[in-house]
Nanobody
Framework: VQLQASGGGLVQAGGSLRLSCAAS????????MGWFRQAPGKEREFVSA???????LYYDSVKGRFTISRDNAKKMVYLQMNSLKPEDTAVYYC?????????????????WGQGTQVTVSS
């Protein structure tokens, strides 16, 4: 499975962005999909995930601001990011987990996209 993330960019604090991740092949509907981010000098961290049945999980700092969703027919997963803060600045990665269950561990994910840069200015 190849994953292609897009939608990053430069936005002012308080603004919004929607990230998209396209899967090229595979039984997309059976995968759990996750979003992670990595800021300069920091480890990659979990942001959000959606299970194959649509259950969702969010990192505490993004709850109420970010929304993950999926379109199985299009093999797409989205991350709507509102009320962005400078601390949200990072490279955002999408990932797929064949287990189909929502997990936060990086090592649980089997496939990774290339990342898209999100920069939030103050």
């Amino acid at each position: 499975v190849q994953l292609q993330a897009s939608g990053g960019g430069l936005v002012q604090a308080g603004g919004s962005l929607r990230l998209s991740c396209a899967a090229s092949e595979g039984t997309f509907s059976s995968y759990a999909m996750g979003w992670f981010r990595q800021a300069p000098g920091k480890e990659r961290e979990f942001v959000s995930a959606i299970s194959r049945s649509g259950g969702t999980l969010y990192y505490d700092s993004v709850k109420g601001r970010f929304t993950i969703s999926r379109d199985n027919a299009k093999k797409m997963v989205y991350l709507q990011m509102n009320s962005l803060k400078p601390e949200d600045t990072a490279v955002y990665y999408c990932a797929a987990d064949r287990s189909g269950m929502v997990v936060t561990s990086i090592t649980a994910y089997d496939y990774w996209g290339q990342g898209t840069q999100v920069t939030v200015s103050s």
